[in-house]
């Protein structure tokens, strides 16, 4: 069995003069599997991946990632990133395809230009997100989810091993984050990215990724998506998850109960995202 | 015509003649930074680091260096070029370590080199008297006058290395700009970034004082790429608008400054603003335009 892709072990974290972000989470990402991290606003989810990325260092504990430091990992172009918040300043003067090539840019050495091979895959990632068609568009005259599809391919074009994205769906409607679930599929499948999704949406967690860890500064359960139970996410919402995810239908199963760390509530939950979108819907 | 007469009369040429090289210089060094200036919104960066320059002016005056030429130019345009490059440093310092806030931090390090300055300068002038050359106005808008062929052959050695500064961290740089965030995640060294660009402005700032003056010295960092990207949203095209704008800048303004017995420096910024000012009206009318056309539903 190959390592994990993503090791965190024992890891705390807090931020200076602040509570404890994290609290002794142990997790295994394991290589070519795509994670979904669920949990409240303020419960870890992106200081855990900041420190999967290696711009937090942990208080105590250790996070390996592709058997790198974090900060090696990243210098050496195995992670790509999204953001949760896209700090890009889009009155750039420049294409949708500018901005993707920046990813396999930032390796080559500065006497060196792209590849063919390095134009391919600039070329595949515009495909995977169905971005091909606006690739000369200026970037400043996209929308909110069409840039986020953009980053992506940026991300994927660099032809990272581990494929990090912090709150994809925000700001997204229903039909698109069907189709970013899809999309999380073909990634796994396609390009065979090990992938971590940070997010309080259940909807796109449940359907794109096959593991799901919920997070809310400690670790509460780390399940496949069928073992996610109402009280595991009422546990880590802190609120009845059917008052939150009223649209969602949540059937209680008489499957085997779920294999949470700390929770074992009696009555697993099938989770199933409401009906396809309808023609015309926007793109994320 | 001033202009020929100034560039072809033997003695006048050996005046001005290194000034106008040392202004194309200028103007190709800014051009490159000026997009970047405009897009990272550091304009009022390049106030502060230029605004040091008259401290390290004030020093170099205090020395009475301030009209020699030759070995001891070279000993007046570092220690300048130290003050201008301290105050950068401590702006990128103060507010990327978010002690301080940016503008806040700017006007702080702004100011204070200005007292400093203004303080050093009366004091040279005491010391040294008036013969030594202590011009404030030439300090503050810049002069045609004291520019040597050294002063030439600093300033195209400074742009060479702004040029190849540039082009050696085009990729990470330009990343950086765009998208800090992600840069930072993909393992852009952010300080380091910070500090190759902060010490290009700097040697910017010094060179183009020499021209411009304190004062003016930011336009050249801040016109030529707000210009151009009023005219395009293409990154290559931006760049070579960039510089041609800041050559036209300069010449037009040498042009304007010997026809009209202006000061070069203000001479410089009127054009350049005169194009800026033709770039918005072109903005505004493309933007009257789109308004304006059928959308395409509305032709089906």
């Known amino acids: 069995m190959p390592d994990p892709a993503v090791q965190f072990q024992h890891v705390t974290f807090a931020y200076p003069g602040a509570a404890q972000a994290l609290a002794d989470v142990t997790l295994d990402v394991a290589t070519g599997a795509c994670l979904g991290v669920l949990g409240p606003n303020g419960g870890g989810k992106s200081t855990l991946l900041k420190l999967a990325l290696g711009l937090l260092n942990p208080t105590r504990g250790v996070v390996r990632v592709l058997g790198h430091s974090p900060r090696e990992a990243a210098a050496r172009g195995l992670i790509g990133y999204v953001p949760q918040r896209s700090g890009a300043e889009q009155a750039f003067p420049l294409s949708v395809r500018q901005v993707v090539e920046m990813g396999p840019a930032l390796r080559l050495s500065p006497w060196r230009t792209l590849t063919q091979g390095d134009h391919q895959a600039v070329d595949a990632a515009l495909a995977a997100v169905g971005a091909t068609s606006i690739a000369s568009k200026h970037v400043g005259s996209l929308s909110g989810g069409q840039f986020q599809r953009v980053q992506i391919a940026r991300a994927l074009a660099s032809r990272p091993k581990l494929l990090l994205l912090d709150e994809p769906t925000v700001g997204i409607d229903v039909a698109g984050q069907q189709q970013f679930a899809d999309l999380l599929n073909r990634l796994r499948h396609d390009f065979g990215i090990t992938v971590m999704v940070v997010s309080h949406d259940i909807r796109t967690v449940a359907s794109g990724c096959d593991r799901i860890a919920c997070l809310s500064r400690t670790l509460h359960s780390h399940v496949a998506p069928e073992g996610l139970t109402p ?10 998850v059917a008052a939150i995810f009223g649209d969602l239908h949540v059937d209680a199963h008489s499957a085997e109960a779920c294999t949470g760390h700390h929770h074992a509530p009696a009555t697993p939950v099938q989770i199933s995202i409401p009906s396809k979108p309808t023609q015309g819907a926007s793109p994320p | ?11 006048l040429r050996d005046l001005f003649l290194p000034g106008v090289i040392t202004g194309l210089a200028i103007a190709i060094m800014c051009a490159g930074l000026s997009v970047l200036v405009v897009l990272k919104r550091l304009a009022f960066v390049g106030q502060g680091i230029s605004h040091a320059a008259f401290g390290g002016a004030g020093v170099v005056a205090t020395l009475g260096w301030m009209s020699a030429a030759g070995a001891v130019s070279l000993g007046a345009f570092g220690i300048v070029f130290g003050f201008c490059l301290f105050a950068a440093l401590a702006i990128g310092w103060l507010s990327l370590k978010g002690k301080t806030e940016a503008d806040t931090a700017i006007g702080i ?15 040279a002038a005491h010391l040294h008297g008036s013969s030594r050359g202590v011009s404030w106005e030439s300090f503050l808008f810049g002069s045609m006058d004291g520019i040597s062929w050294t002063d030439a052959a600093l300033g ?3 742009a060479g290395i702004v040029l190849f500064s540039l082009w050696f961290f085009r990729r990470p740089m330009v990343f950086w700009a765009f998208d800090p965030v992600v ?7 952010e300080p380091v970034m910070s500090l190759v660009l902060m010490t290009l402005l700097a040697l910017a700032t010094v060179t183009a004082m020499k021209l411009a003056g304190v004062v003016l010295a930011t336009a050249m960092l801040v016109l030529p790429g707000a210009c151009a990207l009023l005219f395009s949203r293409r990154w290559s095209v931006v760049l070579w608008l960039a510089l041609l704008i800041a050559l036209a800048g300069v010449v037009g303004g040498l042009v304007l400054g010997f026809e009209a017995d202006w000061p070069t420096g203000p001479s410089i910024v009127v054009v350049l603003a005169a194009v800026f000012a033709a770039g918005r009206v072109y903005s505004f009318l493309q933007s009257r335009r789109a308004a304006s056309s059928p959308t395409p539903a509305a032709l089906q």
């Open chain 2, 183 to 189: 840069a930072r995640a993909m393992g852009v060294r």
């Open chain 2, 1 to 11: 015509m001033n202009t020929i007469h100034y560039l072809t009369d033997p003695t």
């Open chain 2, 156 to 158: 195209w050695g400074s």
């Open chain 2, 109 to 123: 390090v702004l100011v204070a080199s200005m007292a400093l300055g203004a303080i050093l300068l009366t004091r």
């Open chain 1, 231 to 240: 009280g595991v996410l009422a546990e880590v919402f802190r609120h009845d």
